[in-house]
């Protein structure tokens, strides 16, 4: 592996850090100040223990099944395997300071990865995981081969942009690059510009974001009237398919990427396409219950409220929304996930936000409320964010270590929490990097200016 020299940077003046754009800090500081280099300690042991397992008995599948040692596929569930969980841990090996799995995994890429496969995978999580885990991996290592295999990937998924619309099918074949699934949405179909456009920079080809951000803003310029989008279109036609407004799945990363473009590129036009959904989406799904904050469904053209359900990963909203500038609302969100993680310990899936009752009994390891610990952190460097962080590792740990790792619940209600037998990958990229960043004071990150992607991959911010 080659040593990386420094990552471009860019004019401090373009794009907002996210502490100008938060302005003064609001919060106090919690009163204790713990030493944070024991639990940073403790979130890097898991991660070796973690990766342990993972070498042991599933290395080069895209996931292991913590609890059996068994492995299984994610993009093609009959057929082969990707390595997707050492594409997703690079960054995270990297800032640990990991560096012996770090070589193991990229020597795994390079000896094995190869997308010359006649099968169709989705756009989106091939390109937050594998592209923005590749590129981010080139960017820690500048091993080239990294790069490589991250352009002939993203080459292979441009066809599927295609359309008369400027937004991408859901589908493509590595191979043949026919694309399917004309019905997609908000986050499938505005999620790629980060990863491309940092690609695109170090390959110098702006195909890439060029095509990323027309699909984005084919979604923008069929907002409604109030300024929302719904959560489901058809990509051929380009009329909507659904009247639900949402900032959780499936429209989530749109709207982080609006931001993100903003934030990475400096792009103005990416700023205003936030800046007038998020007004849009304060005054219309913002639901204040007991004086918490949450967002609920609406009809995107009229703002009746459809429910007030509130899928855990819509919690990522409060981090952007204090990066977006809008801080005074974003601790008030991540106040509120805070609320119930004292109450359930866990997080379910899915909240009922107005009983405070678990809608949904699951817990697929999710990262976005430590990672709206990180993004507020980050900005204010209020104690509060990191004890909430911690209190977040140890519950995963408390409920979710098992014999090869960590894994899924099944149902974070019951007495002990029931597991079930997988590690999603995006474990490996996002939460326990989150911890670490936010608990280590790493000298591997640059705190002062940095860009994680939706799934954790660091574009900017190695040292
Ligand atoms: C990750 O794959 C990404 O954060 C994505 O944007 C949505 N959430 C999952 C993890 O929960």
Not at 42 to 53: L, T
Not at 289 to 304: H, K
């Amino acid at each position: 592996m080659t040593q990386r020299p420094d990552i471009h940077r860019r004019d401090a003046l373009l794009g907002l850090t996210a502490a100008a754009a938060a302005g003064p800090a609001l919060a106090k500081p919690h009163a204790h100040r713990r030493d944070w280099k024991g639990p940073a300690h403790e979130v890097r042991d898991a991660m070796a223990f973690a990766w342990a397992g993972y070498r042991e008995r599933a290395f080069g599948y895209d996931q292991i099944k913590p609890v059996s040692g068994g492995r299984e596929s994610f993009f093609f569930p009959d057929g082969p395997s990707l390595g997707l969980s050492i594409v997703e841990a690079l960054g995270t090996l990297y800032v640990m300071r990991l560096d012996k799995e770090l070589e193991e995994g990229v020597r795994w890429i390079c000896d094995h990865l190869n997308f010359d496969i006649d099968g169709d995978i989705q756009l989106f999580e091939t390109t937050i995981r594998m592209v923005g885990g590749l590129v981010s991996g080139y960017l820690a290592t500048r091993e080239k081969k990294l790069l490589t295999l991250a352009r002939d990937l993203t080459d292979r998924l441009m066809p599927a942009f295609k359309t008369p619309t400027g937004l991408p099918y859901r589908f493509v074949n590595l191979k043949s690059g026919a694309a399917r699934d004309k019905l997609s949405f908000p986050a499938e179909f505005g999620s790629f510009a980060p990863e491309f456009g940092t690609l695109g920079r170090l390959v110098n080809d702006k195909r890439y974001y060029e095509a990323a951000k027309a699909a984005a803003k084919a979604g923008f310029d069929r907002r409604s009237k109030l300024d929302l989008i719904p959560d489901t279109i058809d990509v051929e036609t380009g009329v909507w398919k659904s009247r639900r407004a949402t900032i959780g799945p499936p429209s989530d990363s749109y709207y982080e990427y609006l931001w993100g473009c903003w934030r990475l590129f400096g792009d103005k036009d990416f700023k205003h396409w936030f800046d007038v959904h998020t007004r849009a989406t304060l005054k219309w799904q913002s639901d204040r219950v007991d004086g918490r904050l949450w967002f609920a469904q609406v009809d995107f053209e009229t703002g009746q409220r459809l429910d007030r359900r509130q899928s855990e990963l819509a919690s990522f909203y409060a981090g952007l929304l204090g990066k977006g500038g809008w801080m005074h609302e974003g601790r008030d969100y991540l106040n509120a996930w805070s609320a119930a993680q004292d109450k359930f310990g866990v997080l379910p899936e899915s909240l009922d936000y107005e009983h405070m009752s678990a809608a949904r009994k699951t817990n697929d390891l999710r990262p976005e409320f430590a990672n709206s610990c990180l993004d507020l952190w980050q900005i204010d460097k209020d104690e509060r964010w990191r004890e909430l962080a911690l209190k977040h590792f140890r519950a995963m740990v408390a409920s979710s270590k098992t014999t090869y790792g960590f894994t899924v619940l099944t149902d974070m209600t019951s007495k002990p929490m029931a597991q079930g037998d997988f590690c999603p990958g995006y474990w490996w990229a996002e939460q326990m990097k989150y911890y670490w960043l936010i608990f280590s004071d790493t000298a591997r990150f640059d705190y002062a200016r940095n860009y994680l992607s939706t799934e954790g991959a660091i574009l900017e911010g190695f040292k």
